[in-house]
Nanobody, 119 residues
Framework: VQLQASGGGLVQAGDSLRLSCAAS????????MAWYRQAPGRQREWVAT???????NYHDSVKGRFTISRDNAKATVYLQMNSLKPEDTAVYYC??????????????WGQGTLVTVSS
């Protein structure tokens, strides 16, 4: 299963962006889908997760500003980012926990999309 992320860009503080990440390929089931981010000079950090059933969880730093959602029919996960701050500047990566057709679990990562928030 491959993931293709899109939607990053350069925005001003207070603006909004919507990231998308589409999964392609053959799998038995796509389980949790998530977004991570990596700012310059920092380690990759978890941002948000949505389960196959739609339950969500967020890092404290984005609660109330970001919304993660998914469309299972399209095998796509979204991240709606509102009230963006300069500290949200990072490369954003999508992740999917996949059960393959041989019933082995696999973690798939997208290529990353850059979000830059100017002050």
């Amino acid at each position: 299963v491959q993931l293709q992320a899109s939607g990053g860009g350069l925005v001003q503080a207070g603006d909004s962006l919507r990231l998308s990440c589409a999964a392609s390929g053959v799998a038995f089931r796509i389980n949790d889908m998530a977004w991570y981010r990596q700012a310059p000079g920092r380690q990759r950090e978890w941002v948000a997760t949505v389960t196959n059933g739609g339950a969500t969880n967020y890092h404290d730093s984005v609660k109330g500003r970001f919304t993660i959602s998914r469309d299972n029919a399209k095998a796509t996960v979204y991240l709606q980012m509102n009230s963006l701050k300069p500290e949200d500047t990072a490369v954003y990566y999508c992740n999917a926990e996949v059960t393959l057709t041989n019933l082995k679990d696999f973690s798939s990562w997208g290529q990353g999309t850059l979000v830059t928030v100017s002050s």
